[in-house]
């Protein structure tokens, strides 16, 4: 038998092999009257093409959960290979297709865009990947690992039809050791009306007791459950196509842990697979509950717990929280959070402790990581040494948020190499419960935001303040490092301190900002409905674009403020006042202003 081997290009067209192709990181063995083809390291996607016309294409691994993808504005495919596009959520419309990257592919797809609007690509590193053509056709090359997301860009400037295209890495932890392997396969229904909650509630005790441990296997799958817990020692495997559910009928769940899965005083244990954790959050919500603080999963009072590559979707309100918990390892997890449903966090270290987050991706309707200290389940004690590197957060809301139930001590969080793409604010503190806030760093971030409809503070890539909720006092803030920063944003950066609680310590250094056109034409006011002095930040004459009230040690060096496309509606850069020591040093303005 004859065999050629041919490449793709990104328009389709034939070329020839020599000079093409990358070397080969894998031999192609030929074995009798067939072959097997190993992976290929190829300029794009490949083929063996057999005499007499038939074509073996090299395929993907998916691994996107079974969704209903007939409602998807896009289609995808890649080397004649049609990639799923399984529903993310319901109300505010999005989707998700997910597959292991073992070689460079490139996309072929399409949707159809109205008129005044365009197709946009974040993070905006993978810009010169994506070339549209005519009548809404694009390709995509994805030559390594990472989250893309694919939006519609409005006439007005606001953000629909996100797709989350998310390339991972094969997996590389072993998944068993000595543990004791339940598998559960059993239980999985089609049938959300089977009871199983208490069946698998069983298991999961049995696992606990083991002595060497415990490995939960969910095959494919559906596991509707209602509320569950997980002790000790347990490790909970869902396995590609294993979904579980949580029931939409309140009472399935705990009335004293709104939970659906709650690891509560577990020690070496946690979630791994790329399989699904779904909370049907739109359709409880849509019942009106009194109580809709459902959370998808918490971890309370356990010490060296993990969550791994799962993803977490749909939930009722907070996602993933971390409650008095310390030495928490949450890598490759995915969030995905309905933008149409209210008080949808993603990750919440409260009260915690040695908490690292790394590789993940967070879409929600509410801040996507949240580092609080609040008055939920009793918990008591600092918040500290929390990690945030190598993340994709996305969200009308705040992206990388510290407060705002701020009671107790907040220290040392680090956030460093994190995109922030189509948000309402990047980096945010807020300091209204009594408490503290110090020694945040961030570091090498990069945020794209859009002004979000309903949120008269979006657009900002900072908003550090100190308030005074319910005569609780003010708290501090202080020792707050800024560098090597990149902005795109049309809104203001706002710091405000109090006569009696000064903000300090604040450094900005190797900050670049492209200030885009604002819908806002004024400052916003205080709104005194919410009894919080300050939050809204104070009424100035005129329109300054930093804006730093009560303010010690404020160090500025390096800044550069592009207004080329701002449409001179800013008057100058700073507005400082009531301010001790200040520094500012390289400022530099490109444009009018």
């Keep these: 038998m004859r065999i050629s081997l041919g490449l793709f290009s990104d328009r389709s067209r034939h070329f020839s092999l020599l000079g093409t192709m990358r070397p080969l990181s894998r031999l192609i063995c030929l074995t009798g009257a067939g072959f097997f083809l190993a992976s290929l390291h190829t300029a794009s996607a490949g083929w063996i093409s057999a005499e007499g016309g038939s074509e073996y294409f090299l395929k993907v691994a998916e691994l996107t959960e079974p969704g209903t993808e007939s409602s998807s504005p896009y289609s995808l495919s890649t080397n004649g290979q049609q990639l799923t596009l399984a ?17 460079p592919i490139i996309i072929n797809g399409s949707i159809e865009i109205p008129t005044g609007s365009s197709l946009m690509i974040q993070p905006d590193r993978y810009h010169g990947t994506l070339e549209q053509h005519s009548a809404g056709q694009f390709t995509l090359t994805i030559d390594e690992p990472g989250i893309r997301v694919l939006a519609v860009i409005t006439e007005k400037g606001e953000v629909s039809d996100p797709v989350y295209i998310m390339a991972e890495p094969s997996p590389l932890r072993k998944m068993n050791g000595d543990r004791e392997v339940l598998d559960v396969s059993h239980l999985a229904s089609l049938d959300p009306a089977l009871p199983i909650t208490a069946d698998l509630q ?31 020692n347990t490790e909970l495997h869902l396995a590609l196509g294993a979904r579980l559910v949580g ?104 009260h915690s402790r040695n908490v690292v987050i790394r590789d993940a991706f967070v879409s929600t309707s509410d801040d996507a990581i949240a580092v609080k200290t609040t008055r939920r389940l009793g918990g008591t004690g600092d918040t500290n040494g929390i990690l945030v590197t190598n993340s994709l957060l996305m969200t009308p809301k705040t992206a990388m948020k510290i407060g705002t139930e701020s009671f107790d001590r907040i220290h040392h969080v680090l956030v460093e190499d994190v995109d922030i793409v189509f948000s309402g604010r990047g980096l945010g503190a807020f300091m209204l419960d009594g408490g503290s806030i110090s020694d945040l760093t961030f570091r090498n971030i ?98 300054p674009l930093i804006q730093a009230h009560w303010v010690d040690q404020m160090n500025v060096r390096g800044l550069t403020i592009d207004w080329t496309e701002s449409e001179g509606q800013w008057d100058r850069m700073f507005d400082i006042q009531k301010a001790g020591s200040k520094l500012l040093e390289d400022v530099t303005s490109i444009g009018i202003h």
Aim: glycine share 8%; proline share 5%.
């Design 446 to 543: 990069r945020m794209s935001l859009y002004e979000q409809s309903g949120e008269s503070l979006s657009g900002e890539p900072f908003r550090f303040v100190i308030g005074n909720r319910k005569d609780r006092g003010e708290g501090t803030i202080r020792r707050l490092l800024f560098e090597s920063i990149s902005i795109v944003a049309p809104y203001q950066a706002v710091f405000l301190g109090t006569e009696q609680s000064m903000l300090s310590d604040i450094t900005l250094h190797r900050i670049h900002w492209r200030v885009t056109p604002s819908r806002h034409k004024a400052p916003p006011r205080p709104l005194s409905r919410l009894r919080i002095h300050n939050l809204m930040g104070r009424s100035v004459e005129g329109r």
């Design 247 to 350: 029931k939409s009928t309140l009472d399935s769940y705990d009335p004293d842990n709104m939970v659906l899965l709650l690891f509560r005083d577990a020690r070496n244990s946690g979630l791994s697979g790329y399989g699904s954790i779904i909370g049907n959050g739109d359709i409880i919500q849509s019942l009106k509950p009194e109580r809709t603080s459902i959370y998808l999963v918490r971890f309370s009072n356990s010490r060296n717990v993990f969550v791994h590559d799962v993803l977490l979707r749909n939930a009722v309100s907070w996602t993933l929280h971390l409650s008095g918990s310390e030495n928490v390892r949450i890598e490759r997890v995915r969030i995905i959070g309905d933008r149409g449903l209210p008080n949808v966090d993603g990750i919440n270290p409260d």
């Design 87 to 103: 529903r993310a959520t319901n109300v505010a419309r999005s989707h998700y297709t997910r597959f292991e990257l073992k070689r």
């Design 202 to 232: 069983k298991v999961l005790d049995r696992a606990a007791e083991s002595p060497r441990g415990a490995l939960i296997y969910f095959g494919p799958g559906d596991y509707h459950i209602g509320s569950v817990e997980v002790g000790s």
